[in-house]
């Protein structure tokens, strides 16, 4: 007869907030702290470490406190940053881009840092957005363990749905240390990625126009 384990975990809490998939996000309190700082102990032991030695006393704690700044993306719905739109714009109906948007994420494979820049631009029809609002977009998604073709296309979405722009183009550059630092050890490697929308996807004039602004290749 099998034993049964006693169920000492509950059921992940549920938030409302939704990601950029439509999702519903998982409440990250459903771990408590307490039991987060222990998951770094485990690893420091596992590791060869003494995490009761002076140095390493605070670690968990202070990775944990990390790991909150790394993965607020979670808690927030990048929507809301979008909502708020101008619609006074003269008449202005020419692309918006915004580039070099850094950003650190983590590959969702090894949690190992990808760091790299976002370059997005939209074609708008009649509602513009803070460009301050776009980096914010960009921000939520990397606060959360990527994928960065995931990202990409998330980022482009989201402004499509939220705008509902003529198009949207959004291109990430960006180095992942999992590979540059372990694995094959490829250093100065860095992986492009895109996501045309619309007619940034249907008209090359557009796709070309957004290119030429973002001039990625001279730019080491
Ligand atoms: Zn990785």
């Known amino acids: 007869m099998a034993v049964q384990r006693k169920r000492t975990q509950q059921k992940p809490k549920r938030l409302a907030a939704r990601n950029g998939n439509g999702k519903a996000v998982v409440e990250r309190n459903s771990v408590g702290r307490h039991a987060a700082e222990d998951a770094v102990r485990t690893l420091l032991r596992w590791a060869g470490e003494d995490p009761a030695r002076e140095g390493l006393i605070d670690t968990p704690k202070r ?117 540059t630092t372990r694995g094959v050890h490829k250093r100065g490697v860095s992986m492009i990625t895109s996501k045309m929308l619309g007619s940034f996807r249907s008209d090359a004039r557009t796709r070309n126009e ?6 990625i290749r001279d730019r080491r």
Do not use: N
Request: charged share 25%; hydrophobic share 45%; net charge negative.
């Open 63 to 179: 990775v944990v406190d990390a790991y909150l700044d790394w993965y607020s993306g979670y808690a927030i719905d990048p929507r809301e940053y979008l909502g708020r739109t101008f619609e006074e714009t003269a008449g202005y109906d020419e692309m918006v881009v915004l580039r070099d948007i850094e950003f650190e994420s983590h590959c969702e494979h090894h949690m190992a840092p990808i760091i790299g820049r976002a370059h997005v631009g939209y074609l708008p029809t009649g509602k513009v957005v803070g460009i301050s609002k776009l980096a914010r977009v960009v921000d939520v998604f990397a606060r959360r363990f990527q994928v960065q073709e995931k990202m990409t296309a998330e980022i482009a979405r989201c402004i499509d749905e939220v705008l509902q722009p003529a198009g949207v183009g959004v291109v990430i550059e960006a180095v992942h240390e999992c590979m």
């Open 210 to 215: 957004f290119l030429t602004f973002i001039d």
